[in-house]
């Protein structure tokens, strides 16, 4: 079984930033691409940024130079750093990871609440 766990969300304001986490537990041989995306009320899932275990990394266009995503492979954590964060930011982030256990299967987070607001 795998889990991974978000934290960090919450609400700020306007060009504001915010970090999140998201740990993988369970039984792991090894983690390929992990990535954030996001769900906005009434929208589809969509991408922000993925990153491979080599480190390279695929950002959304709209939040190439906002956004960065980093991953501690030790820790099995991958993060995501948002800043100049917009009202258009506001979604559940949820986080994925493509984890090996003989085959690779995709596995999310439960989601994690992030609101920007005045």
């Known amino acids: 079984q795998v889990q991974l766990v978000e934290s960090g969300g919450g609400l700020v304001q306007p060009g504001g930033s915010l970090r999140l986490s998201c740990a993988a537990s369970?039984?792991?041989?090894?983690?390929?691409?992990m990535g954030w995306y996001r769900q906005a009320p009434g929208k589809q899932r969509e991408l922000v940024a993925t990153?491979?275990?080599?480190?390279?990394?695929n950002y959304a266009d709209s939040v190439k130079g906002r956004f960065t995503i980093s991953r501690d492979n030790a820790k099995k954590t991958v993060y995501l750093q948002m800043n100049s964060l917009k009202t258009e930011d506001t979604a559940v982030y949820y986080c994925?990871?493509?984890?090996?256990?003989?085959?690779?299967?995709?596995?999310w987070g439960q989601g994690t609440q992030v609101t920007i607001s005045s």
């Open positions: 994925n990871a493509d984890v090996f256990r003989g085959v690779t299967d995709r596995y």
């Open positions: 369970g039984s792991i041989f090894n983690i390929n691409v």
């Open positions: 990153i491979t275990s080599g480190g390279t990394t």
